[in-house]
């Protein structure tokens, strides 16, 4: 006889079924949380535990964002040609102002006013862009001294936000994705500069809960050693994860957050999903994993390419927070599709490629919700980020 397969162990349909009843017509959501309800206020509490026995929420969130302009001016440049290094200068410069007209802080203002209003107990954040500056710069003359004047730092940008909103957070771990410096003019000053760009993913946990209500330890981070490489600049995109372990009242966890490669290199994006499986996720534990995994399940512009990051994370046992919450709804909970420029309205959300998955025995979803991070404002920019940033709650058991 083979045991029964607890929820989160199950293929996503065989959950889906299990929540059936005899008639087999799906349990209301409604039925099945005053089920968890009535369950949780029966079970007792232990004599001098600080917390009742029984069924918990963690609320968690994971937003990109965005660092404010493309690179495709830069990719795109011919080493080859002769007018190539004044071309890389003009199109660095370009970039670097571009990103400066996306008001990266008043961008990050909107971020933590979403994340104060509903006080998460983990926010995952991605493409969180430290920017320095060397001025006068020395890339062109051959020098390699490392940028160190900070202009942006998008990370101590929100936690200070957060902060001045009461919504206390602590940074609990970091990972590195790209860090790269290049030539630029100096508009201000006439002269060349140089500016780095350091691509970041990060971990931010509640400081402000009840002793030994959360805590965290074991901080991990670490880079796929598949990436896609850039011939023309001699570069490789570094991308990477960050993790920690959580205990929530008793219940312990690993949380990761990671960003992979675009669907427009779907094999090496395939290989990061495999690192990833195959290192932090590859744990006793139960895990959440969260982040920008640049992978639509709905394949809705390039239906003829291999399958990316997506079905692959499904294939190691992880279900998808939304599509469990919403099997009738595979077009829905959109999170990316804004423009480049943050600046045209009529640009809906075609996209879902920022994702809550969880696996291990005892977790079950409850609330799965995408928020569309508008500014408010008349004019560029009108959000905060390219993507939506998406909040769950999951009931650990």
Request: one cysteine or more; glycine letters at 8%.
């Amino acid at each position: 006889m083979n045991p029964q397969k607890s929820p989160a162990t199950m293929r996503p349909s065989a959950w889906l079924w299990s929540l059936r009843g005899r008639s087999g017509a799906l349990v209301p959501a409604a039925c099945l949380l005053l089920l968890i309800t009535l369950l949780a206020s029966v079970l007792p509490a232990q004599a001098g535990d600080r917390y009742a026995v029984g069924p918990h929420t963690l609320k968690t969130m994971t937003v990109n964002l965005y660092i404010g302009t493309g690179t495709e001016s830069i990719t795109a440049l011919d080493p080859t040609d002769p007018n190539y290094l004044m071309n890389l200068v003009t199109a660095v410069t370009g970039t670097y102002y571009e990103l400066l007209a996306s008001q990266p802080p008043v961008r990050l203002q909107a971020v933590a006013d979403q994340i104060a209003a509903r006080k998460p107990d983990i926010v995952a954040v991605e493409e969180a862009t430290l920017l320095r500056l060397q001025s006068p710069g020395d890339l062109v003359a051959g020098g390699t001294t490392p940028a160190t004047d900070v202009v942006l730092d998008y990370l101590q940008i929100l936690v200070d936000s957060l902060n001045a909103r009461g919504a206390h957070y602590a940074v609990v771990s970091v990972g590195y994705e790209w860090d790269i410096e290049m030539p630029m003019f100096n508009l201000e000053t006439g002269g060349i500069d140089d500016v780095r760009q350091t691509d970041r993913e990060a971990i931010l946990v509640r400081t402000d809960l009840p002793s030994g209500q959360l805590t965290t330890w074991n901080p991990q981070h670490g880079n796929f050693a598949n990436l896609l490489e850039i011939p023309g600049l001699g570069i490789s995109l570094t991308r990477g994860w960050c993790s920690v372990d959580v205990s929530t009242r008793g219940d312990t966890l690993r949380y990761i957050c990671a960003h992979l490669e675009e669907e427009t290199a779907p094999w090496i994006q395939v290989l990061q999903a495999k690192e990833l499986i195959a290192g932090p996720a590859k744990t006793w534990l139960p895990v959440v994993l969260v982040g920008d995994f640049n992978s639509d399940p709905l394949h809705r512009d390039r239906p003829w390419i291999d399958p990316t990051a997506y079905p692959r994370i499904l294939m190691a046992g992880f279900l998808d927070t939304w599509a469990v919450l919403h099997p009738f709804r595979p077009a829905g909970g959109l999170t990316w599709g804004h423009d480049e420029f943050l600046a045209d309205p009529t640009l809906p959300f075609d996209r879902r490629i920022d994702f809550v998955f969880f696996r291990g025995p005892g977790i079950l979803p409850l609330k799965a919700e995408p928020i569309d991070l508008v500014l408010g404002r008349t004019e560029p920019p009108l959000w905060a980020s390219d993507h939506a940033a998406l909040a769950a709650e999951l009931l650990i058991r």
